[in-house]
């Protein structure tokens, strides 16, 4: 059996399986899975799939912290690694609800309470320190991204800055918040790393940009709200437009 025959198939018993919750997405050409309120999975099929090459896919899974996708991400490539050739769909989905439902569990156990008024004057308290600004948006076929910036001179500083950025309830349902961070320490050394939180290769742009451009005592949030449309590789030229546009607007770089 041929690929595209596999691949009529393997949708025709997703369909029956999932029943509406499988459906295709007619403005972007790929199918979607709402795993629970706060999880969605997007997946686009290739000519080269299941015989040699897995599906792309997309988590729209604001509630999931930067690890847990790489599980999911680890999980999928598992699985179809072992697959030799054969649809993986089905089982792809069985996985992300098993390690979903694991997080679920985790999320729900109880929490401490803090007042409201604390929270508000502590971050009002943390920007006005970390000297954070926030970017121009930039919108493309409903994807939006943001970059943040602060100026760190610590590692804990730049565990604070994130933190900050992730008390936003807007920024933390962002589907990817992707981080770079340079730091000249007193010692003359350069401390750096990133974080593309799922978004492959996307933290080592940033990262790559600030050494490029020299820049220290500087960390760089790029949020990205996924909007349904894959834009391939448009997505890393938003991403360092944006932390180039806040390095801007941050006075690091000039205008």
């Known amino acids: ?5 596999e691949q009529c198939e393997e949708l025709e018993a997703l369909k ?11 403005d972007t050409n790929c199918y ?14 290739n000519d080269d799939y299941p015989s040699s ?23 999928f490539g598992s699985i179809y690694e072992s697959s ?24 729900s156990a109880p929490q401490p309470e803090v007042l409201n008024g604390e929270v508000e004057e502590k971050q009002v308290r943390k920007e006005t320190f970390l000297q954070v600004i926030h970017g121009d948006i930039i919108q493309d076929r409903k994807s939006v991204f943001q970059g943040h910036m602060a ?5 804990e500083e730049t565990r604070e800055f994130m933190d900050f950025l992730l008390d936003n309830k807007k920024i933390a349902q962002a589907t990817h918040n992707i981080s770079a961070y340079r730091i000249l320490t007193s010692q003359g050394t350069i401390l750096q790393d990133c974080d593309d939180d799922g978004e492959t290769h996307a933290g080592g742009r940033i990262l790559h940009l600030l ?27 938003h991403i360092n437009n944006a932390a180039r546009q806040v390095l801007v607007q941050g006075g690091v770089l000039p205008s």
């Open 1 to 5: 059996m041929d690929n595209l025959a």
């Open 16 to 26: 029956s399986i999932y029943d509406d919750n499988w459906r295709l997405e007619m």
């Open 32 to 45: 979607s899975i709402q795993i629970n309120p706060n999880v969605k999975l997007f997946v686009t099929l």
């Open 53 to 75: 090459k897995p599906p792309s896919f997309e988590l729209l899974a604001p509630t999931l912290t930067s690890e847990q996708k790489q599980l999911i991400s680890d999980e």
């Open 84 to 107: 030799q050739g054969s649809p993986i769909l089905f089982q792809w989905i069985e996985k992300l609800k098993e390690i979903v439902d694991e997080c679920s569990e985790v999320l």
């Open 151 to 155: 100026r760190v001179h610590s590692l």
């Open 211 to 237: 050494q490029i451009l020299n820049v220290t005592n500087v960390m760089v949030v790029v949020s990205r709200w996924y909007g349904g449309i894959q834009l391939g590789p448009d997505r890393f030229k």
